[in-house]
């Protein structure tokens, strides 16, 4: 670890010592648990899917699950890092008043942390917009196998020519498009309508009872660590604005730029796992 980031460390030890933390994290934290960030090294530009075109294409609706019927073992599969359970200690032992994340992947909570808040939704879970009936994706996953058994087919053998050839944090995938093609959709087992990952899709609102909770552990905190996150998106970026507002400590730990590096207390330019083992060693 190089001088700098350890007087940024030393700064920001100094920054949050004495006060109870609220944590903030994105997709920087999962990194070493193997799902890729959308804006780190390597990651490759792509245009989110917005609700409207979701709910009013067919085809939109089979592109999704096609790719996400690839993506989502990974995302299932993956397991915790070190900056999961460094994040899970700080919530049971109290130093931490919560968690709000904006991933989707489900990894605080399977590390033990207390008070997690998806912001933006989980990928385990799939939500009907007709009737609001919730199942797991497992089941969804099973249903759609049973019923493309030629997509399987052809996607087994086009991973194995390069058809597969991207991933995202949201457990989407770069596919060709003949492959995706292939795929008969299913709806919901319970009246037949249109399933949807219970996720916050671009142009979705955070649902008034999550917002709440996250608010909850901001206010209880007195000062804000953010981890892994470059903050493009407002959901997340309100909650440094609003510590700044309030003469609150912030602390970001991520690698590369962000859009708050000119609001925060201090900026800690380095990989989260390392810092955290060193910020908040016994």
């Given at each position: 670890m190089t001088a700098v980031v350890d007087d940024t460390l030393l700064a920001a030890?100094?920054?949050?010592?004495?006060?109870?933390?609220c944590v903030l994290t994105g997709a920087g934290v999962?990194?070493?648990?193997?799902?890729p960030d959308y804006r780190g090294e390597g990651a490759k530009p792509r245009?989110?899917?917005r609700f409207d075109d979701f709910v009013g294409s067919a085809q939109m609706r089979q592109r999704y699950w096609a790719r996400a019927f690839v993506g989502w073992p990974r995302i299932r599969d993956a397991r915790p890092n070190t900056t999961h359970d460094v994040v899970a200690t700080l919530t049971t032992s109290g130093r931490a008043t919560g968690v709000i994340t904006q991933n989707v992947d489900g990894l605080h909570q399977r590390a033990g942390a207390r008070g997690v808040v998806d912001?933006?939704?989980?990928?385990a879970v799939v939500r009907c917009l007709a009737c609001g009936d919730r199942c797991r994706r497992d089941d969804v996953q099973d249903r759609l196998a049973e019923?493309?058994?030629a997509f399987v087919a052809r996607l087994a053998q086009g991973a194995r020519v390069g058809d597969v050839i991207g991933a995202a944090p949201d457990g989407d995938v770069d596919l060709d498009d003949a492959l995706v093609a292939g795929l008969r959709v299913v709806d919901c087992a319970r009246c037949?309508?249109?399933?949807?990952?219970?996720?916050v899709f671009f142009g979705e609102n955070v649902a008034p009872d999550v917002r709440a909770a996250a608010d909850a552990h901001f206010?209880?905190?007195g000062a804000l660590l953010v981890l892994g996150t470059s903050l493009e998106v407002l959901s997340g970026r309100r909650y440094v604005e609003e510590a700044v507002r309030r003469r609150r400590p912030v602390v970001l730990i991520t690698r590369g730029p962000t859009r708050v590096d000119d609001?925060?207390?201090?900026k800690v330019d380095a990989g989260v796992g390392e810092s955290l083992g060193v910020l908040f060693a016994r």
């Open positions: 030890s100094a920054a949050l010592a004495g006060r109870r933390l999962s990194t070493d648990s193997g799902i245009r989110p899917l912001l933006h939704g989980s990928l019923e493309n058994p037949g309508g249109v399933l949807k990952p219970d996720v206010e209880d905190a609001l925060v207390t201090v």
